[in-house]
Each structure stands twice: as C-alpha cells, then as structure tokens.
C-alpha cells in the first residue's frame, strides 16, 4: 500500500526503524514514534504478511496518537489485515482525511478490491498514481492489473502487468501473468516476440529464457521449448526448475535417455530436487529398469515425504505390475497430495476395475465430474464401470449425460453406437454411428477395435463407413 521510499531513503531506514521498534517492544519499554514512522513499521510488517506484529504497531499509533488524522488509515489497514474490509471502508469514508491523498486511495482500493468491487478498486488506484504524477508507480499498475484480471478484462491486465515490469517482486511470477494474459487472449505469437525483446534487454535473464520456454510448451512445440530452458541451465547450472522443465519435455516427448543424461548432469552440478528424481525414475521405468525406478522414487520420497509424484510413481510401477492392491494405496495417497490431480484419478479407476470394486471406482469417476464436466474421459470411464456391472442402462445413460455437455462428441457417439448394435439395436445403432462419422471420419477405426470381429462382419456398419469415406474423399 504506502510506498516507504515517500517517507525514507531506503531499505536501510527502514529496517533501522523496524529493528528499535521491535527492541522496544521486547524489552517493554516506551519509546516515541511518530505517526509516520509507526505507518511505515505497519507497511513492512503487512508487506511480509506478519498480522500479529501488524496489530501491535497499529494498537501502538493509536493508543499515542489518537487523534492524529493518519490514524484513520491505520486503523483501517489494521482493519483489512484481519479481514475487515466493510469495517475498514467505513473508517475511511467516516473520517476527515484528505481524499487526494495516494496512501488514502490505495488503502481504499484495497477495500475495494477486497469486497469485489473490482472497478471502484481500480479507480482509486488510478487516482493514487495521479497523486503521485504516475511517477514510480510501478507497484500500483500491478495492482490494477490484478484488478483487471478479477473484471476478466485481459486485454487492460497484459497492459498493466507490462507497465508494472520494471518493480515486480517476484519476476518469475510476473511473466507468467504476462504469458497467461497473452494465452487467453489466443496472441501467443505475441507472447514469444515479447520475450524474445525482454532476452534481448537482458540475455542473461534466467527467468526471460524460461518465460520464452513456456510460451513454446503453450503451443504445443516442446522442442523449441527445450531450447530456451536448456538456455536458462547454461546461463546458472545449479539451476533445479531449468533441469525439471527440461525433463518434463524429454518425459512428453518420449526421449527417456535424454531424460536420464540431462538428470545425471544435473546431479553432476548439485542441482538434485525430489521433483527431478521422480523425473528421472519416470525415465528409468519407460525403458524397463524398474527396480531402478522404484529405488529413485524411494529416494524422492524420502528427500520429501509430501511429494505426489513419488507416490504415484510408485504406484504406476505397481499398476504396469499387475499388482492393483498395492497399486491403489500409493496411487491414493498421490490423490490424498494433489486431490486435483486427475491423471492419478484416472489410473485408480483402472485398478479398482481390475479387482472388480467398480463403486469404488465410480466415486473417483464422480470426484472427476465435479472438476470437469467438460471431461469426455470422465463419461467413457463412466460408461466402462456400468458395462463391468453388467449395467446397460447405466452405461447408456453415462453416455447420454456427456452428450448432454459435449453435443456431437465423437467419442461418446462411437460408443453410444457400440452400445446400441451390442444390444442388437441396430437401427438407432446406424443412426449414431453416421452422426459419429460426421463428427469425425477417422474415429471409425478406434470404434471398429471396441470389438473387431462383430463390427467388421456387420454388413450395414461397414456399407455405411464406406459411403462416408467416399464423402470423405
């Protein structure tokens, strides 16, 4: 909120003055501060999220300067730091302060954003950097960037966040609002020639280099993606997230030795991490050195007991072991972690269906629903637990309920399909099978190896796949 440099040199100052405030406070002695003084110690506790030491700065300048007009914005402050908000606009509108004042308007802003008054926010944010002749006011456009992006306003968000660059905190996190707002805005050819200007600023930008990466792995080209963040790694080799996101493109990309030879080196640097050794394991298992594997996920485990991936590494090796008892309880616990995570989900449902718990599994298939109802997976697993039970109508209706959310899916029509002819309901079975051709041609091969034999020899199916082909044509 207030801008500490408005009333201090520098840093230095700064902690200068936290520091006796603090020895006073431990020795409980009485020192004087003035209100100023006490505004900026409540700034620098806030900015470090420290509430309770907040609090007592705050009680502090109001129980010696009580009727000091700049009370009123520490009180309010205070009031905001204990999710106050309405409490906190109150004491502003209430009081006689100077209402052109920067710190009152950011103060307020901050009310307002707090309420989800996300445009009233904004506008005292704009009137504090005229205050400020919008000199310095890099950390308010980033504020109102963050304001934008709650009003779904990308197109204002990306141009705030740019103007807010030069005084980010944290650049990383920076550029990836930077990024997310060029990707929602589908003008990622874009995001690339920005970064490549932010590399040219600074060709030894670790965190321009990777942003660069990342804008490639957005659009699909992990090989151009590899590129840049093997950049990064020579720019700092002791760099642990430049080695995880190149891995993670050899892992997609399916160059397994890459992984392992990019891994070693990294080891050679000391630039070991929990997350890259599952890396590293999902490598050695991909090209069959299993018990090598499940060593190095043992050892992710124990460098960091709360990892997801060292549970569900061990639990992939476990499922590809045909041992789904086991295979369950690490790949749970992997869910238990990262309870968003539906590839894990996914892979318990396949075990649960191995062993014949198909409700079991139905309660990770509802668990999926309710992350993403956009999910056609979600309703072909759906449908996969009701056939296991020997439950058609269910099965069909899985379908119809996915059809409901994705009109026209040619995966679920497929199916839909199968089920009918699978039921010698053949009519309504040609019937689906055409709007399935019509939505997409080439799935008719997947359909036809639900059950090759039967489909095959079907002369009605066949004729109609044909005539869709010669349309195809």
């Given at each position: 909120m207030f801008d500490d440099d408005n009333f201090l040199d520098d840093d230095m100052d700064v902690k200068e003055l936290v520091n006796r405030f603090e020895e006073m406070v431990k020795q409980h002695?009485?020192?004087?501060?003035?209100?100023?003084?006490?505004?900026?110690?409540?700034?620098?506790?806030?900015?470090?999220?420290?509430?309770k030491?907040?609090?007592i700065a705050a009680d502090f300048a109001v129980k010696y300067h009580p009727n000091n007009p700049l009370i009123n914005?520490?009180?309010?402050?205070?009031?905001?730091?204990?999710?106050?908000?309405?409490?906190?606009?109150?004491?502003?509108?209430?009081?006689?302060?100077?209402?052109?004042?920067?710190?009152?308007?950011?103060?307020?802003?901050?009310?307002?954003s707090d309420l989800g008054e996300h445009q009233k926010s904004i506008n005292a944010y704009m009137k504090a950097a005229k205050e400020l002749e919008f000199r310095d006011c890099e950390d308010i456009y980033n504020y109102i960037a963050e304001e934008y992006e709650n009003l779904g306003d990308m197109e204002n968000a990306l141009k705030f966040f740019i103007?807010?660059?030069d005084k980010a905190e944290d650049i990383d996190n920076q550029y990836f609002e930077i990024r997310n707002c060029f990707s929602f805005l589908q003008r990622m050819d874009e995001a690339v020639e920005f970064f490549r200007k932010e590399i040219d600023?600074?060709?030894?930008s670790k965190a321009a280099w990777m942003a660069l990466g990342n804008c490639y792995v957005r659009m699909g080209d992990l090989e151009n993606a590899v590129e840049q963040f093997e950049f990064a790694v020579s720019i700092d080799p002791h760099y642990k997230k430049g080695y995880i996101d190149i891995a993670t493109a050899f892992n997609e990309l399916d160059r397994f030795p890459d992984t392992i030879t990019l891994v070693e080196e990294a080891f050679r640097y000391n630039a070991e991490s929990a997350l890259l050794l599952c890396?590293?394991?999902?490598?050695?298992?991909?090209?069959g050195e299993k018990e090598d594997a499940l060593k190095i996920f043992k050892k992710a485990m124990s460098m960091d007991e709360n990892l997801p991936e060292a549970y569900a590494g061990i639990g992939f090796l476990l499922s590809d072991e045909n041992n789904p008892h086991s295979a369950i309880k690490f790949l749970r616990h992997a869910h238990t972690l990262s309870p968003y995570n539906t590839d894990y989900m996914y892979v318990i449902i396949e075990e649960y269906n191995k062993i014949g718990e198909y409700d079991n599994a139905l309660k990770f298939?509802?668990?999926?629903l309710d992350l993403n109802p956009y999910d056609e997976n979600v309703y072909i697993s759906m449908m996969e637990c009701y056939v296991l039970k020997d439950d058609a109508e269910k099965a069909m209706e899985s379908l119809e309920r996915g059809l409901q959310m994705l009109p026209n899916n040619a995966p679920l029509l497929y199916r839909k399909a199968f089920l009918y002819f699978a039921q010698d309901m053949t009519e309504s079975g040609l019937l689906t099978l055409e709007m399935a051709l019509q939505s997409d041609?080439?799935?008719?091969?997947?359909?036809?190896?639900?059950?090759?034999?039967?489909?095959?020899?079907n002369p009605a199916i066949m004729d109609l796949i044909e005539e869709y082909r010669k349309h195809n044509k």
């Open positions: 002695q009485s020192c004087y501060f003035d209100v100023d003084e006490l505004n900026v110690i409540l700034e620098h506790y806030l900015q470090q999220n420290n509430i030491k907040a609090n914005i520490i009180k309010a402050k205070q009031l905001l730091a204990n999710s106050h908000a309405k409490e906190a606009l109150s004491t502003l509108k209430n009081s006689d302060l100077d209402r052109n004042d920067a710190d009152y308007q950011i103060t307020l802003a901050v009310c307002y103007l807010g660059l600023k600074n060709p030894y890396l590293y394991g999902e490598a050695k298992a991909k090209l298939v509802n668990e999926i041609y080439n799935g008719h091969i997947e359909f036809l190896n639900f059950d090759a034999e039967n489909l095959t020899s």
